[in-house]
């Protein structure tokens, strides 16, 4: 039977390479002890030079593997390595791999002793290597450095799984069809006779097994398929994702020598010329890519930060979909979207450039083939990616590409994404990034005019570069984003010949000198680094119909607006009415604006009217000139106080009717607008669904700044390797409210056995921050304590449980 064991903790680490590293003997006492997944140097927040690290370095480990697996195939696995590695066992070349984000393994048998010391060396090169994809031109992120993924050592049987690819298909009918390719490794060429005894199970319930009889062949590596028939099943889809498990066992000699476990859906995708289809029912595509990167630690981050982020776009942002921008990621996140129904664009690295023929496609072909091979059965996966992102044309290779991709499955659509009009569509979905909206332009093409053709169509990227907005941007800076988000999203639900859209993007991230803001930062996330939500996150957020949600895009604080003009005030919100009270006063109940957004499955709220009813019940006014004044006041109020001629002259005829002097006017005016100087107004808005009150919201002058601390996880569990979890700070009013201009300085620091990843000493940035807490192999209680001049210090207890 095959033995895993997980291979993280406990390696030396030294950032440079020297030759005599190689040697099993060398004395490596001045590397430093670090555990896997691990960055090949901590960056700042910020103003980062990308040069810092682009370097060569160097892995050591020892182990000592029992003579109990000597007659055992020894297999080193690797999740990736930034971005070409060379293996050294015991100071022999044992192997190597070129491309950083994808997984390989390597048969190390020949050199391990058993019973033994033996020394693993790596060599690791993090420079931007001109041959691999995707270097060789400019990008607009950053590519980190390090063992950024977990390894793990496999020793296996000399016949063994090598993998499986599940396919599921007729899904909408009573008997589905489970197609299984398994392929067998036999790299002795034996050739005797084995059963493949397969087990589908639902939690702990068999739904079916079957034993299949073979003979191995000549090849190395054979696959064998076979077709079952199965009824009473329950669908993978993004409202429930029913998983399923797979046992492959084989059998030689009445021995089971081998045993892989797999999880999947039964689902059935479907790109056509009218959209997506899930098993047969349409379903549009809203998303936003993902780039899995992290603040300081680069792409080095484990299983519950991956984790997080699947739930972050599931349950925070109400997405179905996510794009991996532009390259594979960790088996971790891709999990997560099975667990919680979220469909994946997945995707070869590239950014824009193609490099030579030679070894830069060869390597692009190798992707291909990687990625697919370490994906193919997630149910999420609904499209293969397989050209460079924004690459020009070039036939040659993506034939090559297109052609790998679907003899290794023939499930999935391909789709490759374009930044070009009327491109040679060799995939099977047209998949573009549509930047046209400008704020006016757009918001989204027309298929034909990007395509020129009727083919299946889905928008890939929209906004991003085109309006970079940080957290702590001022309020119409960042309403305008929002408001930009939304128009692309109404179009695209409108569209029925567009399948979906995935917006640029869900996070801010670090760049390249080429991009960004000049701080080394491209703010287009809707979220920020650290994922906290800016109020375009709240355009999707409000889409969903799991949890109500309602944000108030504005402070209320006039002061914080051009000429102090509050104008109209959107709020975005899954319930059917809102009702606002100024200063505890009932004023008005409001409905989603579906006249002004008329695709989208929750159009925005748009407070236009802070008046109400309040001037007729209040004032001397006849119901019609009541009606006036109000219409005069609203007028003022949006021009910031200009009173055009006609205006002036209906005021002075009620005036005169009512005996107001030019005092009773402006008192008028405070009284309904809270204008510039005036007394604060509390402004209390409540979301109703079906009649009931389901959330409320205030907004108000901050008299007391409240320190709020979150943390994802106050329980860290070692499993393969060490844990994190991430403490979100937030400056809030007392009504719960995040305080966006605030920049309070605080100092961390940890007592016990942890570790903070990133600087002991922060500010705030646009009121809030967060840092990530690291577990370092060892069990026990951590004491985390946050200091600032202003808030005192505030402690929280962590707990630190290993699993195994
Ligand atoms: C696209 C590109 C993305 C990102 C984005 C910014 O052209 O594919 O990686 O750079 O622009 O809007």
Not at 382 to 390: D, S
Not at 716 to 730: G, N, Q, S
Request: hydrophobic share 35%; charged share 30%; with cysteine.
């Amino acid at each position: 039977m095959r033995q895993i064991e997980h291979f993280n903790f406990n390696w030396k680490y030294k950032n440079n390479f020297d030759k005599k590293y190689i040697h099993k003997e060398y004395d490596d006492i001045d590397f430093e002890i670090i555990n896997l997944p691990h960055s090949n140097k901590m960056l700042p927040y910020n103003n980062i030079n990308e040069k810092d690290y682009q370097f060569e370095s160097c892995y050591r480990k020892t182990f000592t593997p029992s003579t109990y697996f000597k007659d055992k195939l020894v297999f080193l696995c690797f999740g990736a390595v930034m971005s070409y590695c060379i293996v050294y066992v015991n100071g022999i070349h044992a192997g190597e791999h070129k491309g950083g984000y994808t997984p390989f393994k390597l048969n190390i048998t020949e050199y391990v002793k058993f019973d033994e010391e033996n020394c693993i060396t790596i060599y690791v090169d993090s420079n931007e290597r001109k041959e691999i994809p995707p270097f060789g031109y400019v990008i607009d992120y950053l590519t980190y450095g390090g063992i950024y993924r977990e390894v793990r050592i496999e020793y296996c049987s000399e016949i063994f799984i090598e993998n499986c690819l599940i396919k599921t298909t007729n899904v909408q009918k009573d008997k589905k069809t489970l197609s299984l390719d398994v392929y067998i490794a036999n790299p002795q060429k034996n050739r005797d006779n084995l059963l493949i005894k397969s087990t589908i199970k639902k939690e702990d319930k068999i739904v079916r097994s079957s034993t299949e009889k073979i003979k191995l062949t000549k090849k190395t590596v054979e696959k064998y398929s076979f077709n079952y028939e199965i009824s009473d099943i329950d669908l993978w889809d993004v409202d429930n994702p029913n998983l399923y498990h797979l046992t492959i066992e084989l059998e030689m000699n009445e021995d089971i020598i081998d045993s892989q476990a797999y999880r999947f859906g039964f689902r059935e995708v479907e790109f056509t010329n009218e959209g997506f289809f899930l098993n047969g029912k349409k379903i549009k595509l809203r998303g936003l890519n993902r780039h899995q990167s992290f603040p300081y630690s680069g792409y080095a981050m484990p299983k519950s930060a991956q984790y997080k982020d699947a739930e972050i776009l599931k349950k925070e942002l109400g997405v179905n979909t996510v794009r991996l921008s532009h390259y594979p990621q960790s088996d971790h996140f891709l999990d997560r979207c099975d667990e919680l129904g979220i469909l994946v664009f997945d995707e070869i690295p590239g950014w824009q450039h193609i490099g030579e023929a030679g070894d830069w496609w060869q390597i692009t072909k190798q992707h291909v083939e990687e990625m697919i091979k370490k994906d193919w059965n997630h149910p999420s996966v609904f499209i293969w990616g397989v050209r460079i992102n924004e690459s020009q044309d070039c036939d040659k290779l993506y034939k090559q590409t297109n052609e790998i991709a679907r003899r290794l499955d023939s499930t999935r659509p391909t789709g490759g994404v374009r930044c070009i009009r009327g491109s040679k569509l060799l995939e099977d979905v047209y998949t573009y990034n549509d930047f046209i909206h400008n704020g006016i332009k757009g918001p989204l093409d027309k298929r034909k005019n990007v395509t020129k053709k009727t083919v299946p169509y889905l928008i890939t990227e929209h906004n991003g570069h085109m309006f970079p907005t940080k957290k702590f941007d001022d309020t119409a800076h960042r309403v305008e984003h929002a408001l930009r988000h939304l128009r692309v999203l109404d179009a695209m639900y409108g569209d029925t010949e567009i399948a979906g859209s995935i917006g640029w993007c869900m996070f801010d991230y670090n760049t390249h000198k080429e991009f960004g803001s000049g701080d080394k930062i491209c703010y287009h996330g809707v979220m920020d680094m650290f994922r906290i939500p800016k109020y375009a996150a709240s355009v999707y957020a409000s889409q969903q119909d799991q949890i109500p949600v309602m944000t108030v895009l504005s402070s209320m604080d006039n002061g914080d607006l051009e000429g102090s003009i509050r104008g109209d005030v959107y709020i975005f919100s899954n319930c059917n009415s809102i009702r606002m009270y100024i200063n505890n006063t009932f004023i008005k109940e409001f409905y989603p604006r579906k006249d002004l957004f008329t695709n989208i499955p929750h159009a925005p709220f748009i407070i236009d009217d802070f008046i109400g009813n309040q001037i007729k019940e209040n004032e001397r006014f006849s119901e019609k000139d009541a009606e006036t004044v109000k219409k005069l006041l609203s007028k003022i109020n949006r021009s910031g106080g200009q009173f055009g001629l006609a205006d002036k002259m209906v005021f002075t005829k009620i005036a005169l009717k009512y005996k107001m002097n030019k005092k009773d006017a402006e008192d008028l005016y405070s009284k309904y607008f809270a204008g510039w100087g005036s007394a604060s107004t509390e402004y209390k808005f409540e979301g109703l669904i079906a009649g009931k009150r389901v959330i409320t919201q205030t907004k108000s002058q901050v008299f007391k700044p409240e320190l709020s601390i979150e943390i994802d996880s106050d329980i860290l569990t070692e499993e393969e390797t060490y844990d994190t979890t991430r403490v979100v700070l937030k400056l809030k009013n007392e009504y719960g409210d995040d305080i966006i201009y605030a920049n309070d300085v605080f100092k961390l620091s940890i007592e016990g056995e942890a570790e903070i990843i990133g600087p002991k000493m922060i500010a705030l940035i646009g009121g809030s921050r967060a840092f990530w807490i690291k577990s370092n192999g060892k069990a026990g209680e951590v004491l985390l304590r946050i200091e600032s001049e202003r808030f005192g210090t505030t402690t929280k207890m962590i707990q630190i449980i290993k699993s195994k």
